[in-house]
């Protein structure tokens, strides 16, 4: 069963780092050369220089970008620009956004995951790739942290998560900003031990299937195996990873589709595809005229197999 605990977060000082708007940044894996620049330039105290530090020119063994990051780390630390908080807590987050017109507020929580293979109670749904594995796991090595949060779901179809969740978020928020996508972010460091023990209890029940972060969570895996010799008690830091958990029944949610170009695959048919994808999923086929109509098709295979 899934295990969560709280933690001391190592959070941003906003008398020493500044305005929390310019120093927050989208996931790594989604950020272009440009954006890259832009949020290097936006505040010398950006995210961007842990979760994705450039490479610069005369880099080599003794003087990388996961040692710059590290180096980073260590003296924003040093700085007070980063300061641990002092107790356990459990982060609970919302994000207000618009969606066709429609405002909606999902609701998360922040904490630790204890680490299991996959198949257990933690499901992947893509495969990763080796490089970004790598790159994730020298960011592992070089920093001993967990930079950014590992995006996943659980089903609570009687929404009792949410309303522990909306309980904790009666209070006012510990953070509150408007991002540059124009979504209202909020943060709440939830230090009730009933509501956190309550959390704790609730989520041993639920399945936890991973919506972003695979390579995060695979580095994590890899990281403990590596740290294994190290280990000195049944209970170490590298057995957790830090995990985002948000209800996939939260009306608050919103699932975008996914673009993905295919190319090269000689045994491709589009009507065995359709035929084959609408017993699984409803088909709306949104496009120009085709050679036949697909719709068509997929009904009359529908009628047929009925």
Not at 5 to 16: A, K, S, T
Not at 173 to 180: G, M, R, S, Y
Not at 228 to 248: L, T
């Given at each position: 069963m899934?295990?969560?605990?709280?933690?001391?977060?190592?959070?941003?000082?906003?008398?020493?780092?500044g305005d929390i708007s310019k120093i927050v940044a989208p996931p790594y894996d989604i950020i272009y050369n440009e954006w890259l620049e832009n949020l290097y330039n936006r505040s010398p105290y950006n995210?961007?220089?842990?979760?994705?530090?450039r490479e610069e020119p005369g880099d080599n063994n003794t003087s990388d970008k996961y040692k710059r990051a590290a180096n980073y780390l260590e003296s924003w630390i040093r700085d007070g620009v980063l300061k641990m908080d002092e107790e356990p807590v459990i982060?609970?987050?919302?994000?207000?956004?618009?969606?066709?017109?429609?405002?909606?507020?999902?609701y998360g929580f922040i904490a630790l995951l204890k680490i299991e293979e996959?198949?257990?109670n933690i499901h992947p749904h893509e495969r990763t790739l080796s490089a970004p594995r790598i790159d994730r796991l020298n960011l592992v090595k070089a920093t001993s942290a967990n930079l950014s949060q590992i995006f996943s779901v659980f089903r609570d179809p009687r929404n009792e998560i949410q309303e522990l969740l909306l309980k904790a978020a009666e209070?006012?928020?510990?953070?509150?900003?408007?991002?540059?996508?124009?979504?209202?972010?909020?943060?709440?460091?939830?230090?009730?031990?009933?509501i956190v023990?309550?959390?704790?209890?609730?989520?041993?029940?639920h399945d936890i299937i991973i919506a972003d972060g695979h390579h995060r969570y695979e580095t994590a895996l890899n990281y403990k195996s590596l740290?294994?010799?190290?280990?000195?008690?049944?209970?170490?830091?590298?057995?957790?990873?830090?995990?985002?958990?948000?209800?996939?029944?939260?009306s608050g949610l919103t699932i975008f589709p996914t673009h993905r170009k295919v190319s090269g695959v000689s045994t491709y048919n589009q009507r065995v595809f359709f035929?084959?994808?609408?017993?699984?999923?409803?088909?709306?086929?949104?496009?120009?005229?085709?050679?036949?109509?697909?719709?068509?098709?997929?009904?009359?295979?529908?009628?047929?197999?009925?």
């Open positions: 899934p295990t969560i605990r709280p933690f001391r977060g190592l959070r941003y000082n906003p008398d020493v780092a995210i961007i220089r842990l979760i994705k530090t982060y609970l987050r919302t994000d207000t956004y618009e969606v066709n017109g429609e405002k909606k507020t999902r996959f198949g257990n209070s006012q928020p510990d953070v509150c900003f408007t991002d540059e996508q124009g979504i209202l972010r909020k943060m709440w460091a939830v230090k009730d031990t009933e023990s309550e959390l704790q209890e609730s989520i041993k029940g740290m294994e010799s190290e280990r000195q008690s049944d209970e170490e830091p590298f057995d957790y990873v830090s995990m985002y958990f948000s209800s996939a029944d939260d035929s084959e994808l609408s017993k699984l999923f409803e088909v709306t086929y949104l496009g120009e005229a085709d050679p036949y109509d697909v719709m068509e098709m997929i009904a009359k295979d529908s009628e047929h197999n009925n």
